[in-house]
């Protein structure tokens, strides 16, 4: 009987800060006692690695990750994938229990260098024919590119005559963050928020595990400082989660977010000075038509360049600034030069080409956020649009405030 084995295409994407053009690749012919651990040997067999003293991963489609168990106990949350997601051990989880052919998987070494791998599997074989024998462990049964060729292939399918192809204008996936495309439900921001607000942990936790919160991070990070704060212990992997996932994406504000998780997990306090205020409030403040207004660095409360004017508002309501200029942090609204970058931004998400090319028009000139909003809602993308567009808009006004010193603490919960 033929022993049933799997062929797994896998391609060297980029790493060590280079992206090769086609990608070179192997196909490795894989056993069903064969764990992960002997197919990552495999791979950095088959792409002459010599120094194996580094961490590895793979990264399966529906969020789970692969690796060493003291990797795995360390960093519980994976930078893709549902909140949650389980973590599996290399040398001690099957290849061909886990993975099917037609699914991808991806494979990172060198956690510094990043050298990204896509791992598709082909097809079912029998190793006798494929190979000519039945080893003992994974082994390459076809190879094209530069590391070397034994045949000077360039890439798979390379003919010798046909000119290089064009390297496609946007990254892979697997490189720019944006795989895997996961089934897992979104996080309900309404549902996060309002948990937040209450203080809710048990509602929290509810929000967050095993959804993707990709599109809400900024929301997910100030849900899960108060997951910190009444629980630090209980709470670090859906922490690790979050810093994990805000490192990566790398967006405006998430870098100052995931810095003062880190300092909250550790329990210390975040460098600048910590001021209790509604990050909604000051975002709507920067990117706001007027001309400002300022932060009460006392109370957290955001006042508006007009109600500084008595002339304004009338002398009870008005806010005198130059009593005590130490207490007021002016912030001058940026417009909405912010909005456009988002526009663009979110265009890079969609995943239908023709829709992606028609908003990539759309925010072309004038009357730009018009049309943009057009496109959007005969497609249905409304409630997906402000989710994203409110967190970018959260991330910079976090990002402002961390330029002039201050860190945000989340208010209090609602008593009710």
Request: proline share 6%; hydrophobic share 40%.
């Given at each position: 009987m033929a022993r049933t084995w799997l062929a797994i295409r896998v391609e060297l994407l980029g790493g060590g800060g280079t992206e090769p053009w086609p990608p070179p690749g192997r196909t490795i012919v894989v056993g069903p006692r064969h764990t992960f651990a002997d197919l990552a040997a495999a791979i950095d067999d088959a792409f002459a690695r010599w120094d194996r003293a580094?961490?590895?991963?793979?990264?399966?489609?529906?969020?789970r990750t692969v690796t060493d168990a003291e990797t795995a106990e360390e960093s519980e949350g994976s930078p893709f994938g549902p909140i949650g997601a389980e973590t599996l051990i290399l040398d001690r989880t099957k290849a061909l229990k886990t993975v099917g052919v037609g699914e991808e998987f991806r494979y990172v070494f060198d956690f510094g260098d990043g050298w990204t791998h896509r791992c598709t599997v082909e097809e079912k074989v029998d190793p006798a024919e494929a190979l000519g024998v039945v080893p003992d462990m994974p082994l390459p049964m076809w190879g094209w590119g530069s590391i070397p060729d034994q045949y000077g292939r360039r890439w798979a399918d390379d003919d010798g005559e046909a000119p290089v192809p064009r390297q496609p204008q946007r990254p892979d996936p697997m490189l720019s963050g944006a795989w895997p495309e996961l089934a897992a439900d979104p996080v309900d921001v309404r549902e996060l928020r309002g948990a937040t607000f209450r203080g809710d942990v048990t509602a929290i936790r509810a929000a967050l595990q095993g959804r993707d919160p990709e599109a809400c991070l900024q929301h997910a990070g100030a849900a899960v400082s108060v997951l910190l704060a009444a629980d630090r212990k209980a709470s670090e992997g859906l922490a690790l989660s979050v810093v994990n996932r805000l490192g990566w994406r790398g967006a405006e504000g998430d870098e100052v977010l995931a810095a003062d998780l880190i300092?909250?997990?550790?329990?210390?306090?975040?460098?600048?000075?910590?001021?209790?205020?509604?990050?909604?409030?000051?975002?709507l403040l920067l990117e706001g038509d007027g001309e400002g207004g300022y932060l009460d660095l006392q109370t957290g409360e955001v006042v508006r360049a007009a109600m500084t004017d008595p002339a304004e508002v009338g002398e009870d309501e008005a806010v005198d600034v130059d009593e005590d200029p130490e207490r007021w942090l002016f912030l001058e609204s940026e417009g909405s030069r912010g909005g456009w970058r988002d526009m663009a931004d979110f265009a890079a998400t969609v995943g239908d080409a023709a829709l992606r090319s028609r908003l990539d028009a759309a925010i072309e000139g004038r009357g730009a956020f018009r049309r943009f909003r057009d496109e959007i809602d005969r497609a249905g993308l409304v409630d997906r649009w402000r989710g994203f567009s409110d967190d970018r808009k959260l991330g910079r006004a976090r990002a402002r405030l961390a330029d002039r010193g201050v860190r945000v603490r989340p208010a209090a919960p609602h008593p009710g």
């Open positions: 580094h961490l590895c991963q793979f990264t399966l489609a529906d969020g300092e909250q997990l550790r329990g210390t306090a975040p460098p600048g000075r910590l001021v209790a205020t509604d990050l909604d409030e000051v975002a």
